[in-house]
Nanobody, 126 residues
Framework: QVQLVESGGGLVQAGGSLRLSCAAS????????MGWFRQAPGKEREFVAA????????TYADSMKGRFTVSRDNAKNTVNLQMNSLRPEDTAVYFC???????????????????WGQGTQVTVSS
């Protein structure tokens, strides 16, 4: 079992930045693909970013490219999401997730991920 806990959310003005962190416990996630997703009120959960086990491969949803950066520290069993140039439409609950079946293949659908955190709220004001 893996427990994931997100932190770093909050209220920020448009154009600002936030850095989210996801801490894993229970076992190491250093061999797993890790992903970030978000869910806005009344909308489905959507893919944000994913990173391979060694951090060498990443992928992003189109609207996040150039603004968000995903990284990981396997020694600390953590994954981070640096979010810059935030927009009001980025307002959502952000979740991290672990895909224990893959270490390089970066998948973007929720059902591929096995473990989820409880989420952290990000609110961007205009």
């Amino acid at each position: 079992q893996v427990q994931l806990v997100e932190s770093g959310g909050g209220l920020v003005q448009a154009g600002g930045s936030l850095r989210l962190s996801c801490a894993a416990s229970g076992r190491t996630v250093s061999n797993d693909v890790m992903g970030w997703f978000r869910q806005a009120p009344g909308k489905e959960r959507e893919f944000v970013a994913a990173i391979s086990w060694n951090g060498r491969s990443t992928t992003y949803a189109d609207s996040m490219k150039g603004r968000f950066t995903v990284s990981r520290d396997n020694a600390k069993n953590t994954v981070n999401l640096q979010m810059n140039s935030l927009r009001p439409e980025d307002t959502a609950v952000y979740f991290c997730a672990a895909d224990v079946d893959h270490n390089i293949l970066l998948l973007t659908t929720t059902h591929e991920y096995d473990y989820w955190g409880q989420g952290t709220q990000v609110t961007v004001s205009s």
